[in-house]
């Protein structure tokens, strides 16, 4: 059964950071391609960026940067490292992942950013 779990997400006043983080199981995880999402109240959900298997990293524009995709892949983790957050920063952020032509996702975590 693949699972993916994410932390890490809270409360932050404009210009703080977070890290998010996204333990994968029941994955090769070394294989897949991994994403953090968000969807914000009443949006569709958007890509924020990605890491490839071999470490190639693609960023939303609003998040370039300022954000930064990582893996471990010994810990079978990736993590979202956020700085400078605004409030359209404001959202549920899903971890994904791309394994065999599957899409798989996590919860999500609330991050929310405001004053």
């Known amino acids: 059964q693949v699972q993916l779990v994410e932390s890490g997400g809270g409360w932050v006043q404009p210009g703080g950071a977070l890290r998010l983080s996204c333990a994968g199981s029941?994955?090769?995880?070394?294989?897949?391609?991994m994403g953090w999402y968000r969807q914000a109240p009443q949006k569709q959900r958007e890509l924020v960026a990605v890491?490839?298997?071999?470490?190639?990293?693609n960023y939303a524009d609003s998040v370039k940067g300022r954000f930064t995709i990582s893996r471990d892949k010994a810990k079978k983790t990736v993590f979202l490292q956020m700085n400078s957050l605004k409030p359209e920063d404001t959202a549920v952020y899903y971890c994904?992942?791309?394994?065999?032509?599957?899409?798989?996702w996590g919860q999500g975590t609330q991050v929310t950013v405001s004053s």
């Open positions: 890491i490839s298997t071999g470490g190639s990293t």
């Open positions: 994904n992942a791309l394994w065999l032509t599957k899409n798989y």
């Open positions: 029941g994955i090769n995880f070394n294989s897949a391609a």
